[in-house]
């Protein structure tokens, strides 16, 4: 049984670009949801993703969009950066519905310049 | 939308003391989960619980649904226990994906 793992560990980025994280969920898992952690607090839900639907959305703006593919693997995609989008960006993928175990992934550390 | 807190925020300790964590939530949830957060942000999940009391080694997580309060107790307390613990809540399956609400956390610190 693989774990859940996320590519790349470590980015920087110009304000105003566009960037991908990648996020490999952990096997017989459909459902992914991703939180930013900015230094110091807790992390913030971002949305989740069940078979392949967006399926619910913290508070953070349509330049914050996924995608979820048939192998459950998923990607966040971040348009027109900003310095504040600078964070640490968690998946965690689980069973069902949040209320199963989440298992996290390492992280992708985001640092917009 | 729910209210997540925790205390203390930070916690420095000796070696082999019992630790407890504490955490408060504001509205009804499906079920909480004590998480712990190394150095470099992988985060491990130590408990779900939605009633009762979890035992997982010297790990103890108790969960009181009326008074909507948790609390994490560390046994013998060792230095490889510093990290930061933060508990976060799961919304009632019917309330829609909401994903987790976390607290900001607890900076645990065990010196030998």
Redesign the interface.
């Known amino acids: 049984e693989t774990g859940v793992t996320q590519s790349p560990t470590h980015l920087i980025k110009t304000r105003g670009q566009q960037v991908t994280l990648r996020c490999s969920s952990q096997s017989g898992h459909n459902t992914v949801s991703w939180y930013q952690q900015a230094l110091g607090q807790g992390p913030q839900f971002i949305f989740q993703y069940y078979r392949e639907e967006e399926n619910g959305r913290g508070n953070f703006p349509p330049r914050f969009s996924g995608l979820q593919f048939p192998n459950y693997s998923s990607e966040l995609n971040v348009n027109a950066l900003e310095l504040d989008d600078s964070a640490l960006y968690l998946c965690a993928s689980s069973l069902e519905a949040p209320a199963y175990e989440q298992y996290f992934g390492p992280g992708t550390r985001l640092t917009v310049t | 939308k729910n209210e997540?807190e925790q205390s203390p925020q930070n916690l420095t300790a000796q070696e082999g003391e019992f630790i407890t964590i504490n955490c408060s939530y504001s509205v009804g949830i499906?079920?909480l989960?004590w998480?712990q957060q190394h150095p470099?942000?992988?985060?491990?999940?130590l408990f779900?619980l939605s009633s009762g009391k979890k035992k997982h080694g010297r790990l103890i997580a108790t969960i009181n649904i009326q008074e909507k309060h948790s609390s994490l107790h560390i046994t013998a307390s060792h230095p490889r226990d510093s990290a930061v613990y933060?508990c976060?809540v799961?919304?009632y399956?019917g309330g829609?994906?909401?994903?987790?609400?976390?607290?900001?956390?607890t900076h645990l610190i065990i010196q030998p």
């Open positions: 997540v499906s079920a989960h998480l470099g942000g992988g985060i491990v999940s779900m933060i976060a799961s919304p399956s829609g994906a909401d994903g987790l609400t976390f607290g900001k956390g």
